[in-house]
């Protein structure tokens, strides 16, 4: 999707976050406005948390909020679907994204499923 189509919409992101060890996997969702200065799209949220960055190899998987994603996101029209893993043993640290986002996201934004 190109970027700039997406500057002051509602963007969310769904977190899927694989839990080593047990049955279901965790389901996180958060969303704010998009915001594209012409080299990063970045979601702004309305409770003072740092912007999310979307990366550049994201973007391809943006996609029209549907009848089902409604029922996840209050305003969103767009999200992103993410993947979480745990971190490997020793990982290279200068390849992660510090976002200052921790899992769970909030209490009001977590759900679970399978």
Do not use: C
Not at 45 to 51: F, L, R, V, Y
Not at 57 to 70: E, F, G, Q, T, Y
Not at 71 to 91: G, H, I, K, Q, S
Request: hydrophobic content about 40%; aromatic content about 8%.
């Amino acid at each position: 999707m190109e970027p700039r189509l997406l500057d002051g919409k509602v963007l969310g992101v769904f977190l899927i976050a694989e839990t080593p060890g047990e049955e279901e996997d965790q389901y996180f969702s958060f969303e704010g406005v998009a915001t594209w200065d012409g080299q990063q799209l970045a979601i702004v949220s309305s409770d003072g948390k740092p912007p999310f960055l979307i990366s550049v190899d994201s973007l391809s998987r943006i996609k029209p909020v549907d009848a089902n994603m409604r029922l996840v996101f209050d305003a969103a029209e767009f999200y992103v679907p993410m993947l979480a893993r745990p971190l490997p043993e020793n990982p290279d640290l200068s390849r992660l994204v510090k976002t200052g986002y921790h899992l769970p996201i909030d209490e009001e934004s977590e759900s679970s499923g399978a």
